[in-house]
């Protein structure tokens, strides 16, 4: 009588083969959300900066007008256009038009502005560039008109 017994194959690696997958499934995860995080972390700073960018081009257009509603109407013309101002950190280009109407008999003077911020000021298309424009019309009639 023979004694044989079959050799038992040992199974050894399938935990380590699972493991390995885990860490990497893990990994793939945790760059996704990284990423994921940056881009709103990204889209945040570009709406903050938007709306800064937007206050800044209506301080632009506040002295546009001022500038011209301090003027009497004789010598009331456009500030130099187009004029750069700095409103904290942003580049704000102010432009100016003026326009004369004759209206039964009185003159109008219609001033439009165009007033464009931006920041940062010469990164036009790179990540974070953020610009905002607004424009505004008024009218100066001539002072000795009755509706005036």
């Known amino acids: 009588m023979s004694c044989y017994r079959p ?8 935990a380590a083969i ?4 885990l860490i990497v499934v893990l990994a793939a995860l945790g760059g996704f959300m990284l990423t994921f995080s940056n881009a709103q972390q990204l889209t945040a700073v570009q709406d903050m900066h938007g ?3 937007y206050w800044a081009a209506r301080a632009g257009l506040e002295w546009g007008i001022g500038a011209v509603g301090a003027l ?3 010598t009331a013309i456009c500030p130099t ?10 580049k704000v280009v102010v432009t100016c038009s003026l326009r004369v109407y004759n209206e039964i008999g009185s003159d109008k ?4 502005f165009l007033s464009v911020a931006s920041f940062p000021s010469s990164d036009v298309g790179q990540i974070g560039y953020v610009e905002r424009s607004l424009s505004a019309s008024i009218e100066r009639p001539w002072q000795g008109d009755p509706a005036y």
Do not use: C, M, N, W
Request: hydrophobic share 40%; net charge positive.
């Open 7 to 14: 050799v038992q194959r040992v199974q050894h690696g399938f």
């Open 18 to 21: 699972a493991a390995i997958f």
């Open 51 to 53: 709306s800064r960018a």
């Open 72 to 74: 009497p109407y004789s």
């Open 81 to 90: 256009s187009p004029t750069e101002l700095t409103v904290d950190t942003f």
């Open 109 to 112: 003077k219609i001033f439009t």
